[in-house]
């Protein structure tokens, strides 16, 4: 199995018993329905994206699996003001 995925390609697989081979990965895109913007106690922008989806559909392996997502936006906007974000 290393020979095919070394461990220095940082590929990390979790299986259940008898899953292993066949559950197979997916891509997900979820629409946002909402934002809100707001402001921190110090003043910076927070911008509130809410989305079609959540932890009791396609996200709940961050409830029961503690997974890690890494959002990808569909649109490069390299002109919008750079804020922290929080997904709901």
Request: proline share 0%; net charge negative.
């Given at each position: 199995f290393d020979e095919i995925l070394p461990p220095e390609s940082g590929l990390r697989i979790i299986a259940e018993t008898g899953r292993y081979f066949v559950?197979?990965?997916?891509a997900l895109c979820?629409?946002?329905i909402a934002n809100r913007e707001s402001e921190s106690e110090e003043g910076d922008p927070i911008n509130m994206s809410y989305l079609n989806d959540g932890v009791y559909?396609?996200?709940n392996c961050l409830l029961f699996d503690h997974a890690e997502v890494e959002p990808i936006p569909?649109?490069?906007q390299h002109d919008r003001q750079l804020m922290k974000?929080?997904?709901w």
């Open positions: 559950a197979s990965a997916f979820a629409n946002v559909g396609s996200f569909l649109v490069d974000c929080s997904v």
